[in-house]
C-alpha cells in the first residue's frame, strides 16, 4: 500500500465518522469531548468548530499536544491521531464548516468574535480499517483456527504526517 492510498484511507475513515473524540490536557490530566471533524485532504489537517470560552481553548494554549479518536464498532473501523493543535480565526474556514446545525450548538452567527476554530496537524495517525460483514469476519476467524493463522481482519497502518 502506497504512502498516498494509507492518507487516502486515514481522511476517509475520518470523513465517515465524521465525529471524534478531542483529547486535550488539563492540568495534568486527558479530557476528552466529542467534536465533529472536517478534514482539509490538501493540507493533511483536521478541523473543528469551538466556542472560544471553552476550556479547550486554554487547554490547547498550554499545551498544543492533542489526540482525536474515531470508533465506529459496528463497522471495525478505528482512527487514533496524535498531533498539535492551534486556534484560528479564519472566516473563510469557519464559513466552509459553519451549519444550521452550528447556528444552534453555538447560539450565534458565524462571524461572531466567540466562534473560532481548531486546527489539528497530524504528526501520526493509525487507523483500523476493518472488513463489515460479520460473515467474513466469522469466516476469517474460522479459518484462523482451523489453518493455525491470523484472520484478515482488514488493515492496520500506521501513518506519519509530520515533516
Not at 486535550?24 to 485532504?41: I, Q, V, Y
Not at 492551534?86 to 451549519?99: N, P, V
Request: aromatic fraction near 8%.
Amino acid at each position: 500500500m502506497t504512502y498516498a492510498d494509507k492518507i487516502e484511507n486515514l481522511f476517509e475513515i475520518i470523513n465517515d465518522l465524521n465525529i471524534g473524540m478531542l483529547v486535550s490536557e488539563n492540568g495534568g490530566e486527558l479530557r476528552s469531548r466529542p467534536m465533529k471533524a472536517f478534514t482539509d485532504k490538501d493540507t493533511n489537517t483536521i478541523w473543528f468548530l469551538t466556542h472560544t470560552r471553552s476550556a479547550k481553548v486554554l487547554e490547547i494554549s498550554q499545551d498544543q499536544d492533542v489526540n482525536l479518536s474515531f470508533a465506529c464498532p459496528k463497522e471495525n473501523n478505528y482512527v487514533s491521531v496524535s498531533g498539535k493543535a492551534s486556534l484560528s480565526r479564519d472566516a473563510e474556514k469557519i464559513d466552509d464548516m459553519w451549519s444550521d446545525k452550528m447556528a444552534v450548538w453555538f447560539d450565534c452567527e458565524k462571524n461572531d468574535p466567540a466562534v473560532a476554530a481548531i486546527c489539528v496537524s497530524p504528526t501520526t495517525a493509525e487507523y483500523w480499517k476493518g472488513e463489515d460483514s460479520g460473515l467474513k469476519r466469522m469466516w476469517e476467524i474460522t479459518k484462523a483456527k482451523v489453518t493455525d493463522t491470523k484472520p484478515d481482519l482488514g488493515d492496520n497502518e500506521t501513518v506519519c504526517l509530520a515533516g
